[in-house]
C-alpha cells in the first residue's frame, strides 16, 4: 500500500528563529546532503529547535549522547538554521515534505532557503575538488549566485526531494536556492560535501573549517554504508537516473 495523503508535522522545541537562512541537507546523491547538514550543526554548535514527523516516515527514534531525538530534525543559532534528516527520505514523502518546508520557511520568515546536495558524474574519481553549480527559484536568486561567482547549473535534471522542493519554490514565488557538488551516485562523498560547505560559505560570509570533514573521508564512509544504502533505494524510485540524461529540447 502507498502512502496516501500524509503531510509532514512541526514539532517545535524550543523558540524558532526569526528571518534565518533556512539550509536543508537531505540524504541524496553522495549523501552530501546528509554529511553537509551535520557537519555545519556541528561546527557552528547549533541548537535542536524542533522536529518534523509524518505517518509516512519509518518509526525511528535516533540515539545522540543517550537522549531519544527524531531523525529529522531543525538546528538552529541566531540567523541560521539548519533542516537535516538521519534517514532516507521515502519518495512517497517527497511532495508533502517539500509543501511543509517552504510553508515553514514563509512561517520563520527565512531570507532564503538553501539546499545542499550532490550532482553525480562519472568521472568522480578523478576529480580532485568538486565543482559546485548552483540555481533558484526566481531569477533574483540566480542573479545572487552570478554576483558570488558561483557557475548556474544550465542543462540537465534534478530529480528527488531536492527537486520536489525547488519546483513548491517555484510555485510559491519564494526565494530557494539549490548547490549541487560534482559527487558519486551510491557512494558517501565527505570531498563533494566539503566543496558544497565552502561554497555555502563563501554565500553566507562565514568561515568553517572543512579539514575535519576531509581528514575522516574513509571513517564517513564507512559509518554511512547504510544510510546510503537506503538513499540509493528511495533514488531509484524517484527517477534519479534522469540526472545523467541531457533535456529533450537539447538533444
Known amino acids: 500500500m502507498g502512502v496516501a495523503k500524509v503531510g509532514f508535522e512541526v514539532v517545535i522545541e524550543r523558540e524558532m528563529p526569526k528571518n534565518p537562512v533556512l539550509i536543508v541537507g537531505l540524504p541524496d546523491a553522495g549523501l552530501v546532503g546528509a554529511i553537509s547538514s551535520s557537519f555545519l550543526v556541528r561546527a557552528l554548535e547549533l541548537e535542536e529547535v524542533a522536529f518534523l514527523d509524518s505517518p509516512g516516515l519509518p518509526p525511528i527514534v535516533v540515539f545522540h549522547n543517550s537522549e531519544p531525538t527524531a531523525p529529522v530534525r531543525i538546528h538552529a543559532k541566531g540567523a541560521t538554521?539548519?533542516?537535516?534528516?538521519?534517514?532516507?527520505?521515502?519518495?512517497?514523502?517527497?511532495?508533502?515534505?517539500a509543501e511543509r518546508v517552504v510553508e515553514l520557511a514563509r512561517e520563520i520568515e527565512a531570507t532564503r532557503l538553501i539546499m545542499l546536495g550532490g550532482i553525480p558524474v562519472p568521472n568522480r574519481m578523478d576529480v580532485e575538488k568538486p565543482k559546485v553549480?548552483?540555481?533558484?527559484?526566481?531569477?533574483?536568486?540566480?542573479?545572487?549566485?552570478?554576483?558570488?561567482?558561483?557557475?548556474?547549473?544550465?542543462?540537465?535534471?534534478?530529480?528527488?526531494?531536492?527537486?520536489?522542493?525547488?519546483?513548491?519554490?517555484i510555485k510559491r514565488k519564494f526565494p530557494a536556492i539549490i548547490l549541487l557538488a560534482e559527487s558519486h551516485l551510491n557512494y558517501p562523498?565527505?570531498?563533494?560535501?566539503?566543496?558544497?560547505?565552502?561554497?555555502?560559505?563563501?554565500?553566507?560570509?562565514?568561515?568553517?573549517?572543512?579539514?575535519?570533514?576531509?581528514?575522516?573521508?574513509?571513517?564517513?564512509?564507512?559509518?554511512?554504508?547504510?544510510?546510503?544504502?537506503?538513499?540509493?533505494?528511495?533514488?531509484?524510485a524517484a527517477g534519479k537516473e534522469y540526472e545523467f540524461s541531457i533535456p529533450l529540447m537539447y538533444a
Open 133 to 169: 553549480y548552483g540555481s533558484g527559484s526566481l531569477d533574483s536568486e540566480r542573479e545572487y549566485l552570478r554576483k558570488n561567482g558561483i557557475e548556474l547549473f544550465k542543462e540537465g535534471f534534478v530529480a528527488g526531494v531536492y527537486a520536489s522542493i525547488l519546483k513548491e519554490s
Open 189 to 236: 562523498d565527505p570531498g563533494a560535501a566539503a566543496s558544497a560547505i565552502e561554497t555555502l560559505s563563501k554565500l553566507l560570509g562565514f568561515e568553517v573549517d572543512v579539514g575535519p570533514l576531509l581528514k575522516q573521508e574513509e571513517e564517513i564512509r564507512l559509518k554511512l554504508r547504510e544510510l546510503m544504502k537506503r538513499t540509493v533505494d528511495s533514488m531509484k
Open 81 to 97: 538554521a539548519v533542516l537535516l534528516s538521519e534517514i532516507a527520505i521515502p519518495p512517497g514523502l517527497f511532495r508533502y515534505i
